[in-house]
């Protein structure tokens, strides 16, 4: 679509950017390092939408952006494009996690026990003003637990498929050249199952909770349960070129499993049906709402969160924001031509009012062609 730009534009471009980077001030490396150890929670919804686990490049462009987490999310996804793909690390296995917090809302113990981990969850929610008046809050200390909890649990649909509560498929072997990859493929409908929990492995985080809410509310295939949640580091494993495994480090993952009681195809017998969504840094709200709609998804709900391509489609961030903003680029060719067609249509009353609606429509695409054509474009997008 081209877009007719106002002529000597470009110095008024110049200057708006110029304002907006005055706002922001000067950008120095502390001010990036004070912002990656004070908001730690966006830095993960940042690389998780970004698919790219880099807390210093995140705090950068939150710092560039003053925290406009879609003008942030273009940078980071701008920037990853620009590097190289070096090795493909090994499966993640739930059991080699290394947990913080794993919590299931369906069982009161589960194997393993239920770890709180951070959360704010049970606590109160009261704004420390104090902190206005120059008192600064100083959390209390974590008192050392009375016994040792392990960093490692069992999968607890591992347990279920023991207990024969879940079909339990055999998983299929993917050669490492052979995983989809979203960053690399468009994504196509009906999309393989991989391509949807990678689509919402970086989905924006406030459209996958309202698609997923509604899905709770009722406008869905089920309302499903927390089974396992969990927030833990993951182990990047790669292999040398000479052939050695080794470890390059941990990341930040969030993991949710929602469960739904079904009936099967067969209609014989019930059986437990999981979602699954999973995705980089900590975020919960994130992968519990993903999970609901992958569930959705797999039973086959009519309702928009149980439409893969609805609620693929509308929750990519960098599409659904894009299209609004450019909402704000020139338009008025096309809206001119609207108004030509309102006034030819009251005009008088008579000829203009007697034309049919196609007669109307090929005139007003006529004129905006013409304008088009005789307009010097200097932007086109």
Known sequence: MAYVATRGGEHAIEQAERLFRA????????????????????????????????????????????GELYESLLLLRAWRTTQPRLAVAKPVKQGDLFTHRRISAAFKNVPGGQILGPTLDYSHRLLEVDVLTGTPFQPKPVEASAEAVPAYHPALTDWQKAQGLIDDPKPQHVAPDDI????REPLLFPAARAHRLQSLARADTGGTLALGYSAQRGYGA?????????????????????????????VR????????????KDRKEERLHLGYCATLGWNEVKVIAGSTLDLNAELGSDQ??????FFLYHTEPLESSGFCIHLKLPHYVTFQSSLDQLRGITRDGGEAGRKTADQ???EAETRTATAAAQAEPEFVK
């Open 360 to 362: 109307v429509m090929i």
């Open 23 to 66: 706002e922001m001030g000067e950008i120095a490396a502390s001010r990036v390092n004070e912002i990656e150890a004070a908001l730690p929670w966006l830095i993960d919804r940042l690389m998780g939408e970004a698919s790219l686990y880099a807390r210093d490049l995140a705090a950068l462009a939150l710092a560039q952006t003053g």
């Open 304 to 309: 928009p969160a149980g439409n893969e391509e």
């Open 180 to 183: 989809p990859d979203l960053t």
């Open 222 to 250: 089920a309302h499903p349960t927390v089974n396992e949640l969990r927030l833990a580091e993951a182990e990047v494993v790669v292999r040398h070129p000479e052939g050695c495994e080794f470890s390059i480090g941990r």
């Open 253 to 264: 993952v969030s993991q949710c499993e929602m469960v739904s009681k079904t009936v099967s």
